[in-house]
């Protein structure tokens, strides 16, 4: 594949990635300040089985930086940094194991995520944050298993594409 296809294909993922969060943004929370779906991590993740973690970095950074130009505040920009780094280092080396589905690297990557943002929230606001890393681990958990599955349908679609 050309670079010039890599690039626009990587662009395409990015405002995906950026489109998803906007939505995920107009939707209600469950109950828990900050908790999300992570439909984003979706763009994020079939950037990295299609390209490799800089790509998906890439997807992830932009959509990141888009997020909180627009509609974040610099804290926001802390937490989404903070568990999109963790995610990211987690699914990329899951991947390389090759052991695991896109659904198992999801689910260790919304874990991921969720764990980035009590650390970041951990050492911004003290120990009070950590009785929600339960409920967050199994959110991450449930969430990252939906994300997988509808990632996993869209890299064997898109492996056709990518290819030709």
Known sequence: MSKTRRIALCGVLAGLAFGLSYIEMLLPTPGIVGAKLGLANLAVLVALYLFSWREAAAVSGVRILLSWLLFGSFTGLIYSLAGGIVSLIIMSLLKKLDRFSPVGVSIAGGVGHNLGQILAAF??????????????????????????????????????????
Request: aromatic content about 2%; hydrophobic content about 65%.
């Open 123 to 164: 050492l911004l606001l003290g120990s009070g944050v950590l009785g929600y890393l339960p409920l967050l681990i199994i959110l991450g958990a449930v969430s990252g298993a939906i994300i997988g599955i509808v990632a996993a349908i869209l890299i064997n679609a898109l492996r056709k594409v990518v290819k030709s």
